[in-house]
């Protein structure tokens, strides 16, 4: 939320100052409901680095006593990672089609002391989302921006794998594999700032999906004072899952002939997946107390270099 208070602010301030440069921005502009539908058609590709914390809403990682007798919750904290997201887009009169790719490695880990030795846990959540839209844009020419809204496919591969270890004596290895596959519906919204001084628009994307997902947790192995021990796999379960997101950001454009343009973006984005399973208190490693359901929260900056054609 910080985060997001901060660009706001920063969007602000620059709206402000673009704005109040004299002469700067058109004073009327021509009404036209919608773009032409026979212009030119227009190809894009862009890339975008992704600075995302995967946050699941159970944090609890496990319940010890420490060396004086205390029992105390263990819990991940908040951690950053890298990623990326690549993508292409193809227009044609007012109706636009976007593919795009995104994947992220998050991994968070958490050690104590307990009593006779310590606890070590880390979990790594492998994130790959694909996304589809078929969308129709309508020209807001009177307030120098366009709406465009879209219905599409949104594909997702969440994997995450468990390690926890209690003094080298009780280790555990889990792993859920989570496919899922549903329709979208949202709206891409771009607001040019100004167009003559500096080019710059407030963009601004907001849709929500409905998926169903396959869980499979597999691989669960217990190794008690080195005696491994397989622990009998979960079926496929299935449920429905939730996702709404919302992007907003500043776009620059950096270059701009005949043959080709040049954008760059920058913006905070966020996600919520409302039905995911995680793993919990491995040790001792028995599987019904280990899953539970929870919830995925995804947030941060996003920032993109786009090409178009």
Known sequence: MKILNKLMSGALLATTAVLSAQNCCPSQMDCDPCCDWFSDCEFSVYGEYLYWDLCRSTTDVATVTNPLGITQNLNFQGSYQSGYRVGGTFATGCWDF????????????????????????????????????????????CFSGSLTPFIGVKCAWIDQTWDATLTNTIKYRGKIDYNAYGVALGTNFNWQICSKCVPISFVNRTSIALLKGAFSPK?????????????????????????????????????????????????????????????????????????????????????????GF
């Open 98 to 141: 976007e593919i795009r790719y995104a994947s992220i490695d998050s991994k968070k880990s958490i050690t104590s002391e307990v009593s006779g030795g310590f606890y070590q846990a880390e979990q790594k959540i492998d994130y790959s989302v694909l996304d589809i839209q078929l969308g129709r844009e309508i020209s807001l020419n």
């Open 219 to 307: 691989d669960y192995v217990r190794t008690l004072n080195d005696v491994v021990t397989n622990i009998s796999v979960y079926d496929h379960s299935y449920s429905l899952c939730l996702v709404p997101e919302i992007y907003v950001g500043l776009d620059f454009d950096l270059f701009c002939c005949d043959c080709f343009t040049a954008s760059a973006q920058v913006g905070y984005e966020a996600q919520y997946w409302s039905s995911l399973l995680f793993h919990q208190n491995s040790i001792p490693a028995t599987i019904n107390s280990n899953l539970l359901q929870g919830s995925l929260g995804i947030n941060g900056l996003v920032a993109r270099f786009q090409v």
